[in-house]
C-alpha cells in the first residue's frame, strides 16, 4: 500500500490540514470524547468502547488520514481502513465554531482523504457509510469522484410499546441461541442471503464466502457496531439436514439499547414468515430482559426488510448515505 505523505496546506486562512500520524492519541482524546456524545445523542449509541479501540490504532500511527487544527487547536480528524484492495472510509468528525465551518471542516477532511486514495494505484474500491451524517450532507467530494450512492435508513424501536406476538414455528425447523460452533455455517449463509443483493454492492464482505467471514468476526469480536451479544442471538435450523435457514444477531450499543447487526434468511426458505419470527422472538426477548429500544440499519430499496421492520413498529430516526466506488467501472478524470 502507498502512503503519500502529506504536505501541510492551508484550509482557511488559520487551518492547517496536517496528516493523522503525526498526533498522539493524547492529542485526540478531546475531540473524539467530543463525538462519542455526538453518537449518543444521536443515535442513543454508547460510543465510548469504539473510541477506545480507535485511539489504540491511533498511537500506533498506522492509520492514513488527516487532521485540521484551527490556531494550533485539533478541529476535525478522518481516517480510513485498508481491506486488500479496498479502502473504508473510518470515520470523519470535526467541531468547527459554526454548523456552517463544522460542515466545510468536514468536506476539506473527506475530500483530501478521497484525493489521497483516488492517487493510490492500489485501491481498487472505496466504501463509506458515515452513520453520523444526513443524506446528502457532506457527499460533495463523493459526488465529484463518481460514487454511487445509496440511501439508507436507521430505524429504532421503542420497546415500551412493542407487544409482538411470536408466530409458531414449522416442525422442520428449530430455533437455538447463537453458538460459536455455526460460525462457518453463518458465514456460508450469510453469503448466500445476500447474493445479487443491494447490500452486497454497498458492502463487498458479502459477495465471498472470505468476506462474510470477515464480516463476521469483525461484529463478533470488534465493538464497532457494539458489543456482540451471544444471548440474544438466534439461529434458525433444518432438523434433517442440520443447515442453517436464518440468523438474527444482535449488539449492546448502550446500556439499554441493543442493535441488530444482521437477520438473513436462506432465499429458499423466504416468505414464510421466518424472518418474521427471528425479528419477533428476539424483540420479545430482548424486551423481557430490560432493553429500552432496538436500532438497526436497513438499505431504503430494500422494501421486503424496511415492511417487515416497520411492521414490527420500527420507525424511522436518521437517514445517511452509503457511498461506493468500485475503480475498475470508473473512469478517473480528477485534476
Ligand atoms: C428480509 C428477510 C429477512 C425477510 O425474511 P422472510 O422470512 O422472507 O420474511 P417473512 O416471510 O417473515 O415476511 C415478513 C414480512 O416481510 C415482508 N416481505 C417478505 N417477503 C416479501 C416480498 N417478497 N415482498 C414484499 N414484502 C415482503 C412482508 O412485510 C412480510 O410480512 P407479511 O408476510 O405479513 O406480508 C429476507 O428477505 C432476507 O433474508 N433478505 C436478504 C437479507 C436482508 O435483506 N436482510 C435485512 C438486512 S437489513
Known sequence: MVNHPAPAMPVETQFE???LKQFSARQ??????SEAALWHERLRWDYSSSTELLLQYLDSRILPGFVVLDRGRLAGYTFCVYEGNKAVVGDAYAIGSTPEQTARITETLLRRLLDLLLETPS???IE???????????DGGFREAGFARHPRLFMELNLSQARLSSPSLTPEIELMPWSSLYYQSAAELINL???GHVDAEINDQYCSLHGSLRFLHNIIRFPGC???EENNSWLLRERNTGQLSGMILCSRVAPDVAHITQLCIAPAQRGRGLGRLLLYHATNHLRRT???????????????????YEDAGFHVRHRFDAMVLNRSSTLWMRG
Open 17 to 19: 490540514l496536517l496528516d
Open 28 to 33: 485526540l482524546r478531546p475531540l473524539l470524547e
Open 123 to 125: 485501491v481498487g474500491r
Open 128 to 138: 463509506s457509510q458515515l452513520l453520523l451524517y444526513d443524506a446528502g450532507s457532506v
Open 193 to 195: 442471503a445476500y447474493l
Open 226 to 228: 457494539g458489543v456482540f
Open 290 to 308: 430490560g432493553t429500552a429500544a432496538i436500532t438497526l440499519t436497513v438499505t431504503e430499496s430494500n422494501h421486503q426488510a424496511v415492511a417487515l
